[in-house]
């Protein structure tokens, strides 16, 4: 049966300059190198410049995915951008950077979901790219955490840093069958008890303030190799597939540990996982893309390949994407 497929065309993404390392953290509150690369995996990340928004992240990020497909932006008719660190409160930071761009058609518009923000950006395109409405898709993931991490809390502080990164997608007509590309079947879920684990104390409707990030991390952490795990399941069985075909595993940049975990409980060889954060930290909704587009650097992933993503954070949301490279 004919059915439409988003497939991935490029991938590109964009980081700052300004490296911090976790010695430079542990000038700044009472950690260690050791500490935080035991409990994470985490060495260093980067840090955007005074004046440098979460818009001109996505927008380097961007245009490296377009050069890399080959598409015009002119030919881009939908922009979305996941962030939950937006450059204003309104309007989208999606519309800045179609503008940026030069995209004149379509639509823009922003996903919120925190951590598990490019993973709905993702499943919300492919399910608007179905309808035959839009054509072209950007995807981006952009976030400038540092400005909303509370530098006194080491509990947090060092875990996060700044980035982006995006794919375009393209709607193309595909057979259905086992040996289709693009998007093959995704899964998102949210669970609003667990709101106050994992929050930002601040914002327009409340406090009239940008806030700062505040978590529970050991509660996070034992929620999210059972929800991640069960998520992934859901979505080889609704694409039939088994974690044992998946070529690359490309999670959201937590924690080294959590990641392990999951491949463990999936059955997934340690060689297939994708990590960055050892170079990154936690980027939230720039985390994957700024994976896949390392994974693309390094030829580690290439046409025909299963990639299997997935994402956790604040809410909680979560949720997984299975596509054909
Ligand atoms: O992307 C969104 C989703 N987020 C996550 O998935 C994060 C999930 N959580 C985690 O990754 C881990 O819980 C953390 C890395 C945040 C913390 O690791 P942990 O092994 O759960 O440590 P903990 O919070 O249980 O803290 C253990 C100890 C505490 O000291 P006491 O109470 O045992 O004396 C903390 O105060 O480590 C202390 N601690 C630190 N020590 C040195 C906490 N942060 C630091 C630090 N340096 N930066």
Redesign the pocket.
């Known amino acids: 049966m004919a059915v439409i497929r988003s497939v991935i065309r490029g991938v590109g993404a964009h980081l700052p300059k300004r490296i911090m390392t976790n010695d430079d953290?542990a000038k700044l509150?009472?950690?260690?190198d050791d500490?935080?690369t035991e409990?994470?995996g985490i060495k260093s990340r980067h840090i955007a410049a005074d004046g440098e928004l979460t818009s001109d992240l996505g927008i380097a990020a961007a245009r490296q995915a377009l050069v890399r497909a080959g598409i015009d932006p002119v030919e881009i008719d939908l922009v979305i951008c996941a962030t939950a660190t937006p450059d204003r409160t309104f309007p989208a930071t999606a519309v800045k950077i179609q503008a940026a761009l030069g995209v004149t058609k379509g639509a823009a518009f922003d996903v919120q979901a925190?951590?598990s923000g490019f993973i709905y950006a993702l499943t919300t395109a492919e399910a608007l790219l179905r309808t035959g409405q839009f054509h072209r898709a950007l995807v981006i993931g952009a976030e400038t955490f540092s400005r909303i991490l509370d530098w006194t809390d080491?509990?947090?502080c060092?875990?996060f840093g700044d980035g982006a990164g995006a794919v375009v997608l393209e709607a193309q007509p595909q057979t259905g069958g086992r040996e289709d590309r693009g998007i093959l079947a995704t899964r998102i879920r949210s669970d609003g008890r667990y709101e106050d684990l994992?929050y930002v104390d601040g914002g327009p409707g409340s406090t009239k303030t940008v806030g700062h990030l505040r978590?529970n991390?050991?509660e996070?952490?034992r929620h999210?190799v059972q929800k991640i795990s069960g998520v992934i399941e859901e979505t080889l069985v609704l694409s039939g597939y088994a974690a044992s075909e998946i070529d690359l595993f490309v999670p959201?940049q937590?924690?080294a540990?959590?990641l392990e975990g999951i491949a463990r409980k999936l059955g997934v060889d340690r060689d297939k996982i994708m990590m960055t954060l050892k170079r990154h930290g936690?980027t939230?909704a720039a985390s994957i893309p700024l994976a896949l587009n390392q994974a693309f650097e390094e030829h580690r992933v290439k046409e025909g390949n299963l990639v299997l993503m997935e994402?956790?954070?604040?809410g909680f949301t979560w949720g997984a994407v299975l596509a054909r490279w």
């Open positions: 953290l509150v009472d950690t260690t500490w935080i409990r994470t925190v951590c080491r509990g947090t060092v875990l994992l978590m991390g050991r996070v952490f999210a959201h937590a924690n540990r959590i936690n939230s994402a956790m954070g604040g």
